[in-house]
């Protein structure tokens, strides 16, 4: 797809998508609809967030490990995907090896 203005190398498209859970825009046909949506946007970046829990709200952010199925979906779908710094930091923690 064309982009409806001119192209600049300092300009770029990013999507932001707020995951939320319990089927709200978390299920496989909900990515993958928007994955159709923004694939024609060729370099275009997408930055997957989630939401903060906040008292009385009746929305929920994903387990980790739903956030890391959506993030493989986009990936996979070869989509250039950034993840909230918060989950980029609570990976390598997860990651790090630790000697006692």
């Given at each position: ?70 993030y ?16 980029r ?12």
């Amino acid at each position: 797809m064309e982009y409806p203005f001119k192209k600049n190398r300092r300009r770029k498209i990013g999507f932001n998508y707020l995951l939320f859970k319990g089927g709200v825009n978390d299920t496989e046909a909900e990515i993958e609809a928007f994955i159709d949506i923004v694939a024609e946007y060729d370099g275009a970046t997408i930055h997957l967030l989630y939401c903060n829990p906040v008292e009385k709200s009746n929305f929920k952010s994903p387990s980790d490990e739903d956030r890391d199925k959506v993030y493989n979906m986009l990936v996979e779908a070869g989509l250039n995907v950034r993840r909230a710094n918060r989950w980029r930091k609570s990976k390598k923690k997860a990651a790090a090896v630790h000697f006692f």
